[in-house]
């Protein structure tokens, strides 16, 4: 892929701060990565699925986070050190982007903070059979793809709210994770194909 379009990325991210938003007494706080996988004619999203036997969100599809640590000093040394936990893959071997807006966990008490970063597809990634049932890689312009989205009204503790659905083989994106991808891509540079 050519490195313009993550330079399009960073400057697009660094030209609108993101939104943080204050954690509720009771709550934490938690980071994930919009993980990008670099390769030489497409860029592709790189999600985990989750094992069906992890106490929460059992079986979703996800992006590589969790939540912050007490020795973490920030929310990006979480996701680094999540990220490397998860998939195998190191700090040094991530570009940081930049960082999206906050978001609300309507499914937990959290308020997650997503980050974007670029990993080259000669990394080998190493899923944690613990946390990871397996990987998926989704070209970034099949997301992109309006026919795979779709929205909903749900209802939570008496409030409605949208949920973003990307239906994209026989495997559903949706949920917080659905939500930051598409806040993710609202922010993408106009390119035909990527």
Known sequence: MDPQFYEQIRDMLARHPPRTLLVPNGWKRAAVLVTLIDLPEQCQVL????????????GQISCPGGGMDEHDENLLETVLRETQEEIGVSPNQIDILGQLDDVQSRGSTYI????????????????????????LNIPLHELRDPAIHHIRKWRHDGEVYLV???????????????????????????????
């Open 112 to 135: 997650v903070t997503p980050f974007v970063g670029v990993i080259s597809s000669q990394v080998p990634l190493i899923p944690n059979p613990r946390e990871i049932d397996h990987l």
């Open 47 to 58: 999600f985990t699925q989750r094992t069906e036997t992890l106490p929460t969100h059992k």
């Open 164 to 194: 973003h659905f990307y239906e994209w083989r026989h495997y559903t994106v949706w949920g917080l994770t659905g939500k930051i991808i598409a806040h993710f891509l609202e922010r993408l540079p106009a390119m035909d194909r990527v």
